[in-house]
């Protein structure tokens, strides 16, 4: 009761200190996606989307108001694992606002920077040479296990230090570089090779089990998303090894081999173009730069 005797701006002042890391990202987000769709004038073909961000927003203030209230145990990691759930919500929204916001995909030009590293070559083409039912199996397994690889390290991270903190900072730095690539689809849209270069393969992909249910499921989720570059799972894959090296040395071998298969199959499998590797992969290397210290700068300014 004591938040309503606040003056607005107070209020809002110390409802969001009471906000963890990963949450403030999450709403910095949805927030600029709102922001997006108003700078382009088109919220009256996405009103339903930007009041599901408002809605996300509300619902994290009210979890973190909730949260400060009853104070208890279980609360605490529930906070410090739903955020999640509206990384994925955003990543869908995609779908709809790229091409409402950017109308023009740059398969074209991306294309052309491969084929200029190339040698007037399609990587996908040239992978032909490789692809056999075996190999795709086992790399759409490897393609398909790409949220895994960023969970898995968080979790070793939060039931490894004592304080939680290498965990939030870990956490926080790899929704920013989810966020970030989010971004990047509005600037350089493309839908990729499987769907620009599929009249020139030659080979087609096959596997052995579960290739084909696994792709149809990945089609069915995501429709026909423009997300090709930056390439995602080159930014968190590679991220999340890097972040391994400093918060899980034991883990870092295998995150390294995981984040080698992600990103390869992505090019094997036709996902994307090896330009959009180069732009994720910068992207990566940004955010593994100066994401974790200014979480933890940011963290310790929390607890202080």
């Known amino acids: 009761m004591k938040y309503l005797r606040l003056k607005p701006g107070r209020f809002i002042q110390r409802l969001c200190s009471t906000l963890i890391l990963e949450e403030r990202i999450t709403i910095a987000s949805a927030a600029a996606l709102n ?9 009256r073909l996405a009103w339903d989307i930007f009041g599901l961000n408002i809605l996300i ?53 991306l294309i052309g920077i491969d084929r200029l590293f190339f040698l007037g070559r399609d ?37 490894k230090q004592g304080d939680r903190t290498g965990f939030h900072i870990a956490a926080s730095s790899i929704l920013a570089g989810f966020y970030l690539s989010y971004l990047g689809y509005y600037l350089t849209p493309a839908i990729g090779p499987r769907f620009t270069l599929d009249h020139v393969q030659t080979v087609p992909l096959s596997g052995m089990f579960l290739f084909d249910a ?74 593994y730069r100066f994401a974790p210290g200014i979480a933890a700068r940011l963290i310790l300014k929390g607890n202080s």
């Open 123 to 159: 990587p996908t083409l040239l992978m032909e040479r490789i692809t056999c039912p075996a190999l795709s199996e086992f790399l759409q397994l490897g393609y398909t296990s790409f949220y895994f690889l960023p969970l898995v390290l968080c979790v070793i991270i939060y039931f």
């Open 35 to 43: 922001l997006l769709v108003l700078a382009s004038l088109k919220i």
């Open 57 to 109: 927003i509300l619902v994290i203030f009210g979890v973190a108001s909730f949260h400060r209230h009853v104070g208890r145990t279980w609360m605490q990691f529930f906070r410090d694992w739903y955020v999640p759930i509206f990384l994925f919500v955003i990543f869908l929204e995609n779908r709809r606002l790229v091409p409402l916001i950017n109308p023009l995909d740059l398969d074209t030009l």
């Open 214 to 287: 696994l792709r149809s499921t990945l089609d069915q989720v995501e429709g026909l998303m423009r997300d090709c570059c930056p390439s995602g799972h080159t930014a968190i894959s590679l991220l999340s090894a890097l972040l391994a090296g400093r918060y899980a040395p034991r883990f870092f071998p295998a995150a390294c081999i995981w984040s080698a298969t992600i990103v390869f199959s992505s090019v094997y499998l036709r996902y994307h173009y090896v330009v959009d590797l180069m732009a994720g992969a910068a992207l990566g290397c940004l955010v």
